[in-house]
């Protein structure tokens, strides 16, 4: 009798522990902003349930598509779907639902019972972030039933702007690390892909108009080792993508409610350009597309008719290639050194009576000049420029949107001169910095630090901002430029796990926020990044220095 109730107890453990092990738990990373548990028994996840989506909507369609494959990626179990307007339907399944009447345009919420689970949003990007949350939520493990909590499950981001960047100039990642990269971004609830394509290191984007910007520019003679050592390895190193390749990245992304946002930077880091066509530059050349990292002086000509019209030509390609509201176009680290010596942009600057004024020379207000020539030709085509926030100091529109990269005060400025801004501050939200000061074993960075910790204590909106400006701070950004990044398992292991304390950053507000839960709720999360593959700083996680950044 005895060694019956023993191996009763004991397989009564082991199924409590499996009962616990394909438990699903609401708590995730970005958390929502409500968790309420229902009366009533949980849901039995199985491959006998379907997935429902309204008739004749086929972004629902591809979002059922999409839920059916992360649950199947996750838990091995395979649910198909179907459309459906009947509530009958919806009984022991999962239903994908629009609310018209719901608050926010990428909200969501989730109610399960014991008869289905409901993911309704005001509009299918809600939707989609709704089945995120459900997403994280499922254990990692094979299984032939998973259970989900009677809750009602709520979240709405706290602000419309949730960016990550990445800089394909200074090194060429192909088609499929793009959109990796997507999936990674679209996992953390994020919708803007801020993408670096043109720069004095390579231009990596096809215009049929100026094929040499990629058959001359997209290629360097080598690549200087280490922080700009004497060293080049003499290895010939480029890439490009072909526009078919982009607008199949740009509809990947689309899928995943993520708006791609080119960059191509302008006057200054256009070295690669002038050397597939030298006479863009104020000399005349010859160019040579650059090996070292850091600022040249050479940028484009002010002073020509002929370099407008470039810009022109090109931005309307770019145009046709990016169908979302915003065109990037630099504006930083534009030394004017060359402007100053050029007879052709010193009589433009003449033509245009130009003169200098407090703090801005006459050659920053010949980049305003040509800054709004560029925002003026956009907006004639319905598009608005960002630009880095040198622009601040050249007397430029206010309808240019500021993003605030030497520092959170540049960006407070610009919210208080009128402009809408961009959060994304050398420290702490640069991702190719170190993500400690003990950096012995670390891949080789930029430099400076940048933990996890600094990340998500982060607060785009300064507590001195008035609070009729503070509308104009549109979200926040996190930037991963690649001069020290060469393959793909780094890009990850630069942006993991801190993409998740910038997820929360974007959604949570700030009373919301708690460091140590979050730490808790970060292993989870983690397990996906470990099932899918992806490089992660692991160390994050058990042993982190976050003592005060050396940016």
């Not at 199924?15 to 609401?26: E, I």
């Not at 459900?134 to 032939?144: D, I, M």
């Not at 040198?390 to 605030?404: G, N, P």
């Amino acid at each position: 009798m005895k060694h019956l109730m023993i191996g009763l107890l004991a397989a009564i453990m082991a199924m409590t522990a499996l009962a616990q092990s394909n438990r699903a738990d609401y708590r995730v990373v970005p958390l929502p902003s409500e968790i309420n548990g229902i009366k009533t028994d949980d849901f039995r996840l199985t491959s006998d349930c379907l997935i429902n989506y309204p008739t004749g909507n086929l972004e629902m369609e591809h979002n059922a598509i999409m839920l059916s494959q992360y649950i199947e990626e996750l838990t091995g179990l395979h649910l198909s779907t179907r459309p459906s307007l009947n509530a009958k339907d919806r009984q022991g399944n999962i239903s994908l639902l629009l609310v018209p009447q719901m608050d926010s345009d990428e909200g969501y919420s989730i109610t399960t019972t014991s008869r289905g689970v409901e993911i309704a949003g005001k509009t299918p990007a809600g939707v989609f972030y709704g089945i995120q949350t459900l997403r994280k939520s499922l254990p990692v493990v094979e299984t032939a039933q998973v259970l989900l909590p009677a809750a009602q499950v709520s979240g709405s981001p706290r602000f419309g702007y949730r960016g990550m960047h990445l800089d394909c100039s200074r090194h060429f990642f192909d088609v499929e690390t793009v959109k990796r990269y997507i999936d990674i971004m679209a996992l953390h609830g994020m919708n803007r892909l801020h993408w670096h394509l043109t720069d004095d290191q390579g231009w990596r984007i096809e215009i049929k108009k100026y094929p040499r910007l990629a058959e001359v520019g997209g290629w360097r003679n080598g690549t200087t080792l280490g922080h700009n050592s004497p060293v080049n390895d003499g290895i010939r190193y480029g890439g490009y993508y072909t526009q078919e390749e982009i607008r199949d990245i740009v509809r990947y992304a689309a899928e995943r409610y993520i708006t791609i946002i080119p960059e191509v930077d302008m006057p200054g880091h256009m070295v690669a350009a002038m050397a597939a066509y030298p006479e863009l530059g104020c000399t005349g050349g010859p160019y040579e597309v650059w090996t070292l990292w850091g600022v040249t002086d050479d940028i484009l000509c002010a002073g020509k008719d002929q370099t407008l019209q470039f810009v022109k030509d090109v931005l309307d390609e770019v145009m046709q290639l990016f169908p979302g509201e915003y065109i990037h176009i630099g504006g930083d680290e534009s030394p004017r050194v060359r402007w100053q010596e050029c007879p052709l942009c010193q009589q433009r600057i003449r033509d245009l009576g130009i003169k200098a004024a407090g703090k801005q020379s006459a050659e920053a207000r010949l980049q305003g000049w040509f800054t709004t020539q560029v925002q003026q030709y956009l907006a004639q085509h319905g598009k608005r420029i960002i630009g880095w926030d040198e622009l601040l100091d050249c007397d430029i529109d206010k309808s240019a949107t500021i993003m605030s990269w030497r520092g959170a005060e540049p960006g407070s400025q610009g919210a208080l001169l009128g402009h809408d801004v961009i959060m994304t501050p050398v420290g702490p939200l640069y991702f190719d910095y170190y993500q400690t000061s003990k950096t012995w074993n670390e891949p080789i960075a930029f430099g400076g630090c940048n933990t996890l910790k600094n990340v998500y204590e982060f607060e785009p909106v300064a507590a001195d901002l008035p609070a009729d400006k503070r509308h104009h701070i549109l979200g926040a950004q996190a930037n991963l430029w690649t001069e020290y990044i060469t393959c793909e398992p780094q890009i990850q292991y630069q942006v993991l796990p801190r993409m998740a304390a910038l997820a929360e950053l974007q959604w949570l507000q700030p009373e919301d926020k708690d460091y140590q839960d979050f730490r808790a709720r970060l292993p989870h999360l983690v397990d996906i990044y470990k099932h899918y593959g992806w490089t992660y700083r692991a160390k994050s996680l058990i042993l982190e220095d976050e003592s005060n950044p050396q940016n």
